[in-house]
DNA sequence: TAAGAATTTGGTCGTGCGGTCAGAAATTCA
DNA sequence: TGAATTTCTGACCGCACGACCAAATTCTTA
């Protein structure tokens, strides 16, 4: 057990750890969309994984190594699912077109990996704040390239000049808000949101036609 | 002790009984503001108003009526900021624009108020999620008022055809997003950040030039 | 001022948490 | 096969919480 050496990689570790690992994620994701960060214990989590408390202990340094797992193979999965899709776009209304559909496509088809980041978001967010959370850390990157695709239009001369950081801030938060609605209401027409989304930033990022 | 009969309206309570309730409100939000929702306890709540812990469960049934309190308390104090500056407005267009400047108005003069209202947030949503918080209950009317303004400048003929669901909610987003960037950077330029909004915005409702 | 009501105290209670541990079981490998 | 290693179990620890209460104290009022 060196997983403290290892936090993050996934090293030279046994098939046995690796499975476990991943099974006690994929439970730790149910449990907390289930019942929330809090009502998610280790015991609960264990109850669901048919195993014993202590197996979560053996293979993670702590409930907080647990989380940040949940925070990494999350965030892996949407941008497995989010880059292609920006990639094969040219301009860069194009890129935020295809970043605004591929953000909502992937909270309409993992809702509970959203349930989960959310709550999580939630929980570590209350805390005493001093440090930086896993949470912030993991989603700071997401924001940054954003940006850097705002910047990338303006440069263009496809965007007029505005904040770029608050222009990527009002967006993500306009995703974020979108997961929290589908929170309270799963049949949200997911599709058309998008599109709204995507009207409603096209007008307010691009140059006045001339 | 009949909390159970009144709980929100202040009805028929002693002096001392409103005295200390309004103590207790203002500590617990203190306190929840500068360690978190799940480390204000009722013993540091009491610890910081001076009194025994006992005492707020003698004044309030739980602690779940207590943090209802302090988001009534709260939600009253941002309305009377706002209202009077809404009120002034004629256009559509405008009232919006005093919507989201004294929207974060008060955010930059009322940090603690934040950041208590964003924990408690983050707190009562990640619980079990079956019945409405408090939280939202509370929030979903300004939602909607803020969708009837929307409406209200779409039949003036000054606002172009959108969804005002969706966009009365990417509103909402962008302001909330606006107080979670205040509890990592206090010294964020309000006055810029608001003219920003101000002007996304008009350009993603107002009806194109003909 | 004296009786009664309102308020406060300080302590206790049960609960559930994350984490630990000795030893059992399973697996690996020589 | 048999020893060494990895993995797992189930009981247990200390802790902090919200709730509760009997007794002490302060305020009201007749």
Not at 38 to 50: F, H, P, V
Request: include cysteine; charged fraction near 25%.
């Amino acid at each position: 057990m060196r997983s403290e050496i290892h936090p993050s990689g996934q090293g030279d570790r046994s098939f046995v750890e690796n499975a476990r690992r991943a099974q006690i994620i994929d439970c730790a994701i149910d449990a907390i969309a289930e019942l929330g960060y809090a009502n998610a214990s280790l015991a609960e989590i264990a109850r669901r994984a048919g195993i014993s408390k202590g197996v979560i202990s053996y293979h993670f340094a702590g409930k907080r190594e647990l989380i940040g797992e949940i925070i990494g193979a999350i965030l892996k999965k949407a941008t497995a699912v989010m880059l292609p899709r920006m990639k094969a776009e040219r301009s860069a209304a194009g890129m935020l077109r295809a970043y605004i559909e591929t953000n909502l496509d992937f909270l309409g088809a993992n809702p509970n990996c959203i349930h989960a980041i959310m709550k999580i978001g939630a929980a570590t967010r209350d805390e005493a704040d001093q440090p930086k959370t896993d949470y912030e850390l993991a989603f700071q990157p997401a924001v940054r390239d954003l940006e850097k695709l705002l910047r990338f239009g303006q440069q263009q001369g496809e965007f007029r000049d505005f904040s770029t950081r608050v222009m990527a801030a009002t967006i993500r938060s306009a995703i974020d808000g979108v997961a929290f609605q589908l929170e309270a209401n799963s049949k949200l027409d997911l599709k058309a949101y998008a599109n709204e989304l995507v009207i409603l930033f096209d007008l307010a990022t691009r140059k006045a036609a001339k």
